[in-house]
């Protein structure tokens, strides 16, 4: 239960043009974002997050934080710029460095990222797993790094 002086995190409004990644209609298409919320239903997704590689030209990629915990995401991925592949579908947006805003429209064409993109991916869909290691010097530490 909230208290009374508890504030709700009013959502932000905007008006911006975005493009949709669809792995599985291997399609990317210019869609309207009006609000914050838009985001996290137009990638179908719980927890969006960005991906910070695009940030060098002015867009950010918004993806699906919890994209390979989904078994039906098997071959449903894209990837851009020779990066790995990123499961479910994506959302570019227009950034600005400097001040961390979104912008009205992603810098990049459209037809730039069209040219950019590869769907699906012959690789196997890789394991999420979490393992703990403890180290007893420098040299194992390294060795576990390098798969000595």
Known sequence: MLNSNHKQRKEYQIKQSAYLIEPIKQSITEVEVGSSSDITKLLDVRMPTCA?????????LYVDDEGLLHEDHDNHCFAMGGYDPIYGKGLIMGFDPETGDSTSKPKTPLADYENDLVFGWSATKPEPKFEVMGFDNNEDFFNALTNK
Do not use: E, H, L
Request: net charge negative; aromatic share 12%.
């Open 52 to 60: 910070d590689y695009m940030t060098q030209n002015g867009d950010t």
